[in-house]
């Protein structure tokens, strides 16, 4: 069975002692959790002060961006060896917020891959349809042109050091979430692709996640699903509480 994983993106939020508040608390939730693996992604400025906080614990920290460039004139921008040098362990990529935003592309994306990999952290890369797309029917196209321009000249090796995660656009920040049968038939989709790119043994190993509106009350059904092996966590993930129990929620049955 994969070990599910709860990340936590706290997006731009937090300064110094509020992300020292709720790290504090979130590590005496979930000090005796071993069977999940939990990350916390504060912004920039926290990242090596939440890494000092959590040495020697149960909770991974994680970057929300990259640029695939080591160094360099890229005013604003941090490296994926800045993001290991900080005390990251796993880095976001390719996020709708970036994509919708700040105009991200698949080949963006494939390069911020291969720069992380390069840098020993572990991607947690970003897949999923807008609204439109979902009601033109297009959700798997959209999702096959994200997962092909991703995994342009990603080997079978790398490719098992990769986390995904589904984020319907549609259910972010908005209050509505996919259902746990919505859900499940886009991880299926996910994990047939990569089955037919990648081969079985990557296509059982690989874990998703799903994002979008998670709270601690729908996580429980989402990890009932075969396929759904954990969640990128946005606005539940600014509360200790509320992270806590999705975390606490999410330990698969069985």
């Known amino acids: 069975m994969r070990k599910p994983i709860i990340a936590g993106n706290w997006k731009m939020y937090k300064t110094l002692k509020e992300a020292e508040e709720l790290v504090s608390s979130l590590k005496r939730q979930v000090y005796d959790v071993t069977d999940v693996d939990i990350v916390v992604c504060p912004p920039y400025t926290?990242?090596?002060?939440?890494?000092?906080?959590?040495e020697d614990g149960n909770i991974a920290l994680g970057a929300q961006d990259t640029h695939w460039e080591e160094e360099g004139a890229w005013t604003g921008e941090v490296?994926?060896?800045?993001?290991?040098?900080?005390?990251?362990?796993?880095?976001?990529?390719?996020?709708?917020?970036?994509?919708?935003?700040?105009?991200?592309?698949?080949?963006?994306?494939?390069?911020?891959?291969?720069?992380?990999?390069?840098?020993?952290?572990?991607?947690?890369?970003?897949?999923g349809e807008n609204l439109n797309q979902r009601e033109?029917?297009?959700?798997?196209?959209?999702?096959?042109?994200?997962?092909?321009?991703?995994?342009?000249?990603?080997?079978?090796?790398?490719?098992?050091?990769?986390?995904?995660?589904?984020?319907?656009?549609?259910?972010?920040?908005t209050g509505k979430v996919a259902t746990p049968q919505q859900a499940q038939e886009v991880h299926k989709y996910i994990r047939d692709w990569l089955a037919k790119n990648y081969g079985e043994q990557a296509s059982r190993?690989?874990?998703?996640?799903?994002?979008?509106?998670?709270?601690?009350?729908?996580?429980?059904?989402?990890?009932?699903?075969?396929?759904?092996?954990?969640?990128?966590?946005?606005?539940?993930?600014?509360?200790?509480d509320s992270f806590g129990a999705i975390v606490i929620n999410s330990r698969k049955k069985g």
């Not at 935003?101 to 911020?112: A, L, Q, R, W």
């Not at 799903?210 to 989402?222: E, R, W």
Request: some cysteine.
């Open 79 to 127: 490296s994926a060896g800045m993001l290991k040098d900080a005390g990251c362990l796993y880095v976001i990529i390719g996020h709708s917020e970036r994509r919708q935003f700040f105009s991200e592309t698949d080949e963006g994306v494939n390069k911020k891959i291969k720069a992380a990999l390069k840098n020993s952290l572990i991607p947690i890369v970003c897949v």
């Open 136 to 173: 033109k029917s297009l959700t798997f196209d959209i999702i096959k042109e994200q997962l092909t321009g991703a995994f342009k000249n990603i080997n079978s090796e790398e490719i098992e050091k990769i986390i995904l995660a589904y984020e319907p656009v549609w259910a972010i920040g």
């Open 205 to 240: 190993q690989i874990r998703i996640q799903y994002g979008g509106s998670v709270k601690p009350d729908n996580i429980a059904g989402l990890m009932l699903e075969e396929d759904i092996d954990g969640a990128l966590v946005g606005g539940a993930s600014l509360k200790a």
């Open 46 to 54: 926290a990242l090596s002060y939440v890494a000092d906080m959590l």
